[in-house]
């Protein structure tokens, strides 16, 4: 394959990947406190373009655009008024602390519910925890306050505390199905969050469908831009065979 094909095949593959990135951002759009997905492009030289490049030849051959990782964006989104004291929402790094079948996980997704025994819970049933790590428990049949520290009251009584987690480097934080995301570094790089608490409100996430739109017909563009490409390379080396036949 020509240096054209290539740079241009690769390309397509790289933008079939941040199809796939925007179509998962896409079909998350209205999850409480999700962190949407973006990449970083950069490009592949090989050994003979690098050598190529550092002689001075103006075009080096096989180079070719690629994604060099995708990352999260953990900024935070628009709170919505919910007046539902259930929906809890997080101003400044943080995430709020669950218990995961395979241990703590971490999200920003404060939309929760209460279980018969009155066990505060995600929507997917997981144990909201406090400070020490225990499954919090409140009287579901009496109301409940929580103060921006994250400190639950029933009456004059308090009845516990919300954990709240910060990682200040977030590269280890690994996405987890829906909004949860796994801690895979050191046990020192959690730290205690100082966001603050809203009862009543839920994060939005922070990729809207408008930006979402945007992308897509940018992306669009440059796939059928560099499909185009690819068809000239492929024209420009058959033609290249046929003065090359012997008799031509």
Not at 192 to 210: D, I, K, M
Request: net charge neutral.
């Amino acid at each position: 394959m020509d240096a054209l094909s290539l740079a241009a095949a690769s390309g397509m593959r790289a933008r079939l990947e941040s199809l796939e990135m925007l179509a998962n951002n896409l079909a998350n759009q209205a999850s409480p406190g999700f962190k949407a997905d973006r990449e970083f492009y950069s490009l592949y030289l090989s050994p003979e373009a690098l050598r190529s490049a550092s002689e001075g030849l103006v075009k080096p051959p096989a180079v070719a655009p690629l994604i060099e990782r995708q990352y999260t964006d953990f900024s935070q989104g628009v709170f919505q008024e919910t007046g539902n004291k259930l929906d809890v929402a997080l101003s400044g790094p943080g995430f709020f602390v669950v218990r995961g079948p395979q241990g703590p996980l971490y999200t920003r997704n404060g939309q929760w519910r209460v279980s018969p025994r009155g066990e505060l819970q995600t929507q997917d049933g997981y144990p909201v925890l406090d400070v020490n790590n225990r499954p919090l428990l409140i009287d579901a049949a009496r109301s409940f306050t929580i103060s921006t520290g994250g400190e639950i009251r029933q009456g004059v009584e308090i009845v516990g505390r919300l954990a709240m987690a910060d990682f200040p480097q977030t590269e280890a934080l690994a996405k987890r199905s829906g909004t949860y995301f796994q801690w895979n570094g050191p046990a020192d790089g959690r730290k205690p969050s100082a966001a603050e608490v809203h009862q009543g409100r839920l994060e939005g996430a922070n990729f809207s469908p408008a930006e979402a739109a945007v992308r897509l017909i940018g992306i669009m563009r440059q796939f059928e831009a560099l499909q185009k490409a690819m068809q000239i390379g492929n024209e420009m080396g058959r033609r290249l065979e046929e003065v090359a036949r012997p008799g031509s």
